[in-house]
């Protein structure tokens, strides 16, 4: 949110802009992992994503959201994916309709495309990059 508060007036001023915010599956669902503080605020950024497309729109400024799946990209979640042995790992795969885990790059692709003109018309969207969980 400070970070928005901060870039709005200049994007205002100029008369456009792209605010992309990153939430996670577990912010469009309950979380399979149970961390109800981490699912709770994944929903507050899909909620505020929402109310700042609203609120910005008459400036030409967008606001979205992508939504991660799983993704190894730092010790937390190496250390979440290691704590589910390899049956564990092997049905959370066999949970995703692509059969592999995506990469921080299948993320910076998604911020890519809403921050690019190809989303001119797009706000308030949330995109789920999960490999089709």
């Not at 991660?68 to 092997?90: C, L, M, V």
Request: one cysteine or more.
């Amino acid at each position: 949110m400070a970070l928005s508060r901060a870039v709005a007036p200049g994007m205002k001023r100029v008369g456009q802009g792209r605010i992309v915010n990153i939430s996670s599956g577990a912010g469009l669902q309950a979380s399979l992992t149970g961390i109800q503080a981490y699912c709770s605020a994944k929903h507050a950024v899909v909620g505020l994503t929402r109310q700042l497309a609203h609120d910005l729109g008459p400036f030409g400024i967008t606001v979205n959201s992508v939504a991660p799946g799983f993704i190894r990209s730092n010790p937390d979640t190496e250390k979440q994916w290691d704590s589910y042995g390899a049956e564990g790992q092997k049905a959370l795969v066999e949970r995703i309709a692509l059969k592999h885990l995506g990469t921080a790059q299948d993320i910076a692709n998604g911020v890519l495309f809403f921050a690019s003109d190809l989303a001119g018309f797009v706000t308030g969207q949330i995109l789920q990059v999960d490999g089709g969980r």
